[in-house]
């Protein structure tokens, strides 16, 4: 069953939260998540997994955070190419711009997100239920 690296920065929480219902659904489909924040992360740790989460709200201006994710995203990203890859993160005043951005980028390096979730500020109702389907599409792809 598949190992599923779910790797977050979150700085109020609620990507944290999201992290966790990733990971609920991932168990919930027969495979092991391992949460893990950003920092304990890197290029070496890849191949301990067969797919990988990852999440980050919003900063900047639509921007993902560049003082602890965005370093390590630049790391992975080229390895990352050919491997199963899902995005999710919070944001709060716009529309999802940053999502976009960052699906974008990441296709431009060849890594296909297989789906992204957001959820506006805390994930609740319909966007906890699309965190935990997240997981089981990671967790199965
Ligand atoms: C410095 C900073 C920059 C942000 N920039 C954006 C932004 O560009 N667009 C947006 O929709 N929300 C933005 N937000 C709102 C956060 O994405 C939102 O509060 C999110 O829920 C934080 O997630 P977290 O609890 O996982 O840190 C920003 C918040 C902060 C503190």
Redesign the pocket.
Known sequence: MANVAIV???????????AKLVAQGVTEAGGTPTVIQVSDFSADRLDEFDAYAF?????????L?DGEFLPVYDEVEPLLAGRKVVFF??????????MDNWAYRASNAGVDAIETVI????PGGDEADACVELGKTIATA
């Open positions: 977050y920065w979150s700085g109020t929480g609620n990507t944290e939260a999201m999440g980050c709200p919003a900063m900047g201006d639509e921007e955070e993160g919070s944001y709060d005043w716009n529309d999802g711009e940053w959820a506006k500020d805390y």
